[in-house]
């Protein structure tokens, strides 16, 4: 049985930084994609990063230059460190992974993600 679980979130002020983790069990496909998601109350699930089997990695506009994602395949964690947040920010934060290792553009596409998190929630204040 696939499981993502997300830690690492937290209540920040604005400038600040913090790192989420999603630890991958029982997921034995060689191939992969992996992205970051995020989610306010009442909106769709926002795609910010992503990353693959192969090492590509990709962000949205709204993240790029503050969110750097990465992997450690050894230990089955991915990491997304989240730097200069801002208020806007402020969401529930998942991880998905699916085994087709393409990257969708622009980021999201959700319901092609068939294992998630229970996601860890990031609260930035002014």
Do not use: H
């Not at 991958?24 to 990063?49: H, I, L, N």
């Not at 990465?70 to 990491?79: E, G, P, T, V, W």
Request: with cysteine; charged share 20%.
């Amino acid at each position: 049985q696939v499981q993502l679980v997300e830690s690492g979130g937290g209540s920040v002020q604005a400038g600040g930084s913090l790192r989420l983790s999603c630890a991958v069990s029982g997921y034995t496909y060689a191939t992969y994609c992996v992205t970051w998601f995020r989610q306010v109350p009442g909106k769709g699930r926002e795609g910010v990063a992503a990353i693959d089997s192969g090492g590509l990695i990709r962000y949205s506009d709204s993240v790029q230059g503050r969110f750097t994602t990465s992997q450690d395949k050894a230990k089955k964690i991915l990491y997304l460190q989240m730097n200069s947040l801002k208020p806007e920010d402020t969401a529930m934060y998942y991880c998905a992974i699916r085994r087709d290792r393409v990257i969708p553009l622009p980021l999201g596409r959700s319901w092609e993600y068939p294992y998630w998190g229970q996601g860890t929630q990031v609260t930035v204040s002014s």
